[in-house]
């Protein structure tokens, strides 16, 4: 399969792969590793109202090119805006941004049900 070069960038460097631990950090999940798609966010807040600035985002993610990179800039993405349980574009536009195929649509579908799970889950 062809990747777009901003798939495969974000792919190979995946900045943003990781956990975090500590205070204000919300953490969800979505999908299955038998499935072929998972992914978890890690979020955390700056101090505040429930929806202060997104202060830091990691994620962990099993599945193709275009989950990994999609999550990582997500995550990127999401820094300074409030905590909110929506991404910061539409799927539509991540899909059209990463060319990804039309055939691979549930999978950033499973992307946005762990960004909504981290957003809608208590701090750890």
């Not at 990747?3 to 204000?24: H, I, K, P, Q, V």
């Not at 275009?66 to 929506?86: K, L, M, T, Y």
Request: with cysteine; charged share 15%; aromatic share 8%.
């Amino acid at each position: 399969m062809h990747y777009s070069e901003l798939t495969w960038r974000r792919f190979s460097s995946a900045a943003a792969a990781g956990a975090l631990d500590g205070a204000n950090v919300r953490r969800g999940a979505a999908g299955s590793i038998a499935g072929g798609t998972w992914v978890q966010f890690d979020v955390r807040l700056g101090g505040g109202p429930p929806t202060a600035p997104i202060a830091a985002v990691r994620f962990r993610a099993f599945g193709c090119p275009h989950v990994i990179a999609v999550a990582d800039w997500v995550a990127e993405a999401s820094v300074g805006r409030p905590a909110v349980p929506q991404l910061p574009e539409s799927i539509q536009a991540l899909q059209e941004r990463f060319a990804v195929p039309v055939e691979k649509l549930g999978r950033l579908l499973i992307l946005e049900d762990a960004w909504i799970a981290a957003m809608s889950s208590p701090y750890t």
